[in-house]
């Protein structure tokens, strides 16, 4: 039973440059999050997907875009990067909503110079 | 929006001692509380979860406490051990998501 599956584990790019982050859950949930994580600040919401084919804003949405492509996957995309953007990724589901535990991926490292 | 307070951000203690983590959270509806503890470089993994219909819950070595009242809840580990070394994050819910506090580095001194 693999959970939370992110793809890839570590990227460079430079800036300008665009990615997509992939993420899947073979738990059959339906919520998804993205989230970043940052040195002293904890997590952070990008954005989440309460069911299949709804998406809404987190805290720090700037910069991203994302997909809930079917009720496995979640993608996040970074149309243009920046060194700001620099920071772990991490993708979570739950069940329902985040009244029920929320399952982490292993975290994709992201470096933008 | 929910704004969630996690103190403190460091704590070190020996082996065998207590660690107590306090978070407090600033909305009212929020009746979901988590904490997730993470070792370096894995993900961060869930220890115990409250909600606001019980005032407090045990898991062996560890418990949470929470006061809606006072908008406040804790995480207290007994007989701490050198695996219990991690970042712990306290969190609330808003809505349809999850709000973090920052953190707090918990070292057991051996």
């Known amino acids: 039973n693999a959970g939370v599956t992110q793809t890839p584990k570590f990227q460079v790019l430079k800036t300008g440059q665009s990615m997509t982050l992939q993420c899947a859950q073979d738990?059959?949930?339906?919520?998804m999050y993205w989230y970043r994580q940052d040195p002293g600040m904890g997590l952070r919401l990008i954005y989440y997907?309460?069911?299949?084919?709804?998406?809404d804003k987190g805290e720090v949405p700037n910069g991203y875009n994302v997909s809930r492509l079917n009720k496995r996957e979640f993608s996040l995309r970074l149309e243009s990067a920046a060194p700001s953007q620099t920071s772990v990724y991490f993708c979570?589901?739950?069940?329902?909503?985040?009244?029920?535990?929320?399952?982490f991926g292993d975290g994709t490292r992201l470096s933008i110079l | 929006g929910e704004n969630v307070e996690q103190h403190p951000s460091t704590l070190s203690v020996q082996e065998g001692d207590s660690a107590v983590i306090k978070c407090t959270y600033s909305d009212s509806a929020s009746n979901y509380f988590p904490w997730y503890k993470q070792e370096l470089g894995k993900r961060p993994q869930l220890i115990i979860d409250i909600r606001s219909n019980v005032g407090e819950k045990k898991d062996q070595r560890i418990a949470v406490t929470l006061n809606k009242t006072a908008k406040h809840f804790s995480l207290h580990i007994t007989e701490t051990q050198p695996e219990d070394s991690a970042v712990y994050f306290c969190?609330?819910?808003?809505?349809?998501?999850?709000?973090f506090g920052s953190g707090t580095r918990l070292q057991v001194q051996p």
């Open positions: 969190a609330a819910n808003q809505q349809r998501a999850l709000t």
């Open positions: 997907s309460a069911s299949e084919g709804t998406t």
């Open positions: 738990m059959n949930h339906n919520s």
């Open positions: 979570a589901s739950s069940e329902v909503d985040p009244n029920q535990p929320q399952h």
